[in-house]
Structure formats: C-alpha cells, structure tokens
C-alpha cells in the first residue's frame, strides 16, 4: 500500500520559519516528481512547489525566494523548507507524487498519490 505521510506542520508567528516533511512507503519514488500544494479556508488547493525526478525545481510566485522544495530519495522523502512566513502562508499542506509532470507541473490531475495533509498556521 502506497502511502504518503506529511510532517511538520504547526503554529509559527510571521517571519518564521517550518520544514516540512512527506514520507513515503509502499514504493520507491526517486523517479517521481515530488510536489507540494495547499489549501487555505474558503479557497481551492493551489500549487506551491514541486521537484521533478531530474532534480528541476519550480514554485508559484507567491513563494519563489522563501520556500525551497528538496529531496532525499535514500529516504524516499520530499521536504519543503518555509522562511518568511506570512499569515497569507495558512494552510492546509499537501504533498503529492506523479510518474511524470512534463510540463503540467502545476495541476492536480497529474498527481498519482497524495498525503493527509498537515496544518500550518502564520500568526501575525
């Protein structure tokens, strides 16, 4: 059973920093693009970050310079590194996994796993 498992979530004030992590089990995803995307209250899930299985990077303009999305594949885990957060950064996180992303990195539908999710929440 494909799993992934979301970390590291929680309460921070503005200007803070979060690492979360996505684990994964039940398969090797080192060839897999490795995504983030969250979810504010009254509003869609949106992309916010994403690793392809070549180790290309690419993030919505909202987070480029503050969030930084990384990989470890002998972990088989996906990590999204958060600095500067803003209250506009509430969220729920999910991370997600696709075979192949080309270059529809961004959408949903090519996503083939996804997490539970995890809370994250900028005071101000």
């Known amino acids: 059973q494909v799993q992934l498992v979301e970390s590291g979530g929680g309460l921070v004030q503005a200007g803070g920093s979060l690492r979360l992590s996505c684990a994964a089990s039940?398969?090797?995803?080192?060839?897999?693009?490795r995504g983030w995307f969250r979810q504010a209250p009254g509003k869609e899930r949106e992309f916010v970050a994403v690793?392809?299985?070549?180790?290309?990077?690419y993030y919505a303009d909202s987070v480029k310079g503050r969030f930084t999305t990384s990989r470890d594949n002998a972990k088989n885990t996906g990590y999204l590194q958060m600095n500067s957060l803003k209250p506009e950064d509430t969220a729920v996180y999910y991370c997600?996994?696709?075979?192949?992303?080309?270059?529809?990195?961004?959408?949903?539908?090519?996503?083939?796993?996804w997490g539970q999710g995890t809370q994250v929440t900028v005071s101000s």
């Open positions: 039940g398969r090797t995803f080192s060839s897999y693009a």
């Open positions: 690793i392809t299985g070549g180790g290309s990077t």
């Open positions: 997600a996994a696709a075979r192949w992303v080309g270059s529809s990195w961004q959408l949903e539908r090519v996503y083939d796993y």
